[in-house]
T-cell receptor, first 114, second 114 residues
Framework: GQQLNQSPQSMFIQEGEDVSMNCTSSSIFNTWLWYKQEPGEGPVLLIALYKAGELTSNGRLTAQFGITRKDSFLNISASIPSDVGIYFCAGLSGSGGSNYKLTFGKGTLLTVNP | NAGVMQNPRHLVRRRGQEARLRCSPMKGHSHVYWYRQLPEEGLKFMVYLQKENIIDESGMPKERFSAEFPKEGPSILRIQQVVRGDSAAYFC????????????FGPGTRLTVL
């Protein structure tokens, strides 16, 4: 089946530092998404990428969709304590010409020290 | 505009009992998805439903699990004769018609099987 590999598994950084995490896949996805999950909550969509090579920003977050459509990275600039959480990449796929199924990576746990 | 609602938030069952998890999608959303998350893992797709129709249940175990999304009322994920391995967080997501990439997740139901 399709698998997404995220790295690193965890990161410990100081407040104000920049963060980079990435995700690779054995399969091509037409849409990549990045989610953040906090303890006891469901994932929240941060950024969606629809075109190969696309670079998209959302505030301090920037994500890029790889040219091969098999990878993506997420950068967080000037981290703050509330950035703490688990960051998941996800690829969208489906059948019958309709994409609806999200395949998630295992996540990157981010800890920010004030 | 209320988000996706799930109840109960926590559910404890003994082996052999039935578990019923409910999901009310966001207003205006007619597409519902269920995902399961094991500890320290990403979410795994289980089933995709539209009103009164199961579109894709390829991620559902063949036995003991069923899902429905009736014309009226919430979507229900039902697990019969629960076993310890069913302990997990179950998340529901909903999306508007024609926009499956924009799945909004509920807070999840954490099922513990004793």
């Amino acid at each position: 089946g399709q698998q997404l590999n995220q790295s690193p598994q965890s990161m410990f950084i100081q407040e104000g530092e920049d963060v980079s995490m990435n995700c690779t896949s054995s399969s091509i996805f037409n849409t990549w998404l990045w989610y953040k999950q906090e303890p006891g909550e469901g994932p929240v969509l941060l950024i969606a990428l629809y075109k190969a090579g696309e670079l998209t920003s959302n505030g301090r977050l920037t994500a890029q969709f790889g040219i091969t459509r098999k990878d993506s990275f997420l950068n967080i600039s000037a981290s703050i304590p509330s950035d703490v959480g688990i960051y998941f990449c996800a690829g969208l796929s489906g059948s019958g010409g309709s994409n609806y199924k999200l395949t998630f990576g295992k996540g990157t746990l981010l800890t920010v020290n004030p | 505009n209320a988000g996706v609602m799930q109840n109960p938030r926590h559910l404890v069952r003994r082996r052999g009992q039935e578990a019923r998890l409910r999901c009310s999608p966001m207003k205006g959303h007619s597409h519902v998805y269920w995902y399961r998350q094991l500890p320290e893992e990403g979410l795994k797709f289980m089933v995709y439903l539209q009103k009164e129709n199961i579109i894709d249940e390829s991620g559902m175990p063949k036995e003991r699990f069923s899902a429905e999304f009736p014309k009226e009322g919430p979507s229900i994920l039902r697990i019969q004769q629960v076993v310890r391995g069913d302990s997990a967080a179950y998340f529901c997501a909903s999306s508007p018609p024609g926009a499956p990439a924009t799945q909004y997740f509920g807070p999840g139901t954490r099922l513990t099987v004793l």
